[in-house]
């Protein structure tokens, strides 16, 4: 997250003196013969090392990102170039069995979902998407889907779940057999936030245990348009500082990536994925995540089906570094009780409509937001489903804004 400058200094001995010695006799001083005219001035213009544009994207490696994103595509069930180390997986019946599950169900969820998600987005949340924000989504899994849907300009997402990172497999080391296992693998996954918007916490602890969450990640960004730039193993140490993982640290993975369909944008984003447990035990053990959110610069914190956790005094830690953090929240009835939000500190927004919980939640049942509901008439709706009420018309959103944000918002539109 911190860049890091370096300084290096090039000695040149005896080869110096001789090369004074050596301008000494000639009437001009050049720096560079290509750029400076022997006729015009003696002394070169420097452009100042400000103004020199750099790439940023020099840095990544181009065969590594390559079959990065292939790899990404392979999972996704996209078509992959002829000259693809794994092209000739393609000519396989497991991957046009694999293919055709993915062109009918992301067909599908695009109609019913996606497209509507992101003109919803762009509609309500353009000013804070605006900012390009760091987004925090804890109780995630992978479900950078949602995330990237809503919150598409982010610099930066965090996501935290109990899931383990996993690993990707290296599919040119691989036969058709192996392959073709872990792309089922991989689909076994997927049926539920396919359909209901939500990853079900019980089939995670299954589905996730031996793969992780690096193939799921792998597939949303492929199927959202991003080019994966590297991935590195990393972990948070004492300090709350993201280094490469070594045992001890909360394990973690991020992936430099960049839409690939914007040809004009060449700034690397980065999406952090980190396994530990968000309850109060969890957190006093490794107090990291902690630090880390803290040192966020005014995150946006996004929760759906987060499963009613921070309703309870035993998840109290991370609801308050949220509230303490964040410029915005937005969340489903699951995220926090509307009684967490201090209306002298944030200006609350409804969407959507709230009756009650699921009937596995039937007790976080919130009389106080049924009422907030019932007693405003301009309430827009939602014409699609997120979160454990995942019918149309059925589902609700809240965002929340601090204050301050709210008057440096107003304070930039009127040019203060």
Known sequence: MNNQKTL????????????????????????????????????????PTSQIKTDPLAKFDKANSKKLTDT???????NLDANSPFAGVQKTNGWRNHQNFFKNAWSKLEQQQLTKVRKWGAEELKQINAASPSVFYPFSGPDFLYAYS???????YVLVGLEPVGTIPDFTKFNNNQINYKLRESRSSLSEILQFSFFRTNDMKVDLQKQGVLPILYIFMARTGNRILDLQYVGLDKDA??????KGMVPGV?????PDKDKEESEPRNLYYFSTDLSNSGLTKRPELTKFVNNLENPVTY????????YNSSFSNIKNTILANSSHILQDDSGMPLKSFDKSQWDLTFYGAYTRPIGLFRNRYQSDLRKAYKGNRNIKTLDFGIGYKFGVN???LMLAETKDTGKKSQDLVEGK
């Open 8 to 47: 290096s200094i090039l000695s040149a001995g005896a080869g110096l003196l001789f090369f004074l010695q050596a301008c000494n006799s000639v009437n001009s001083t050049t720096t560079n013969t290509e750029n400076i005219n022997s006729e015009q001035s003696t002394t070169a213009k420097v452009e």
């Open 72 to 78: 990404a595509k392979l999972f996704a069930g996209m």
């Open 150 to 156: 809503l919150f598409p300009k982010a610099k930066e």
């Open 241 to 246: 500082n993201i280094q490469k993982f070594q």
């Open 254 to 258: 991020k992936i430099s990536f960049v």
């Open 303 to 310: 929760l759906k089906a987060a499963s009613y956790l921070m």
């Open 394 to 396: 059925q589902s609700n």
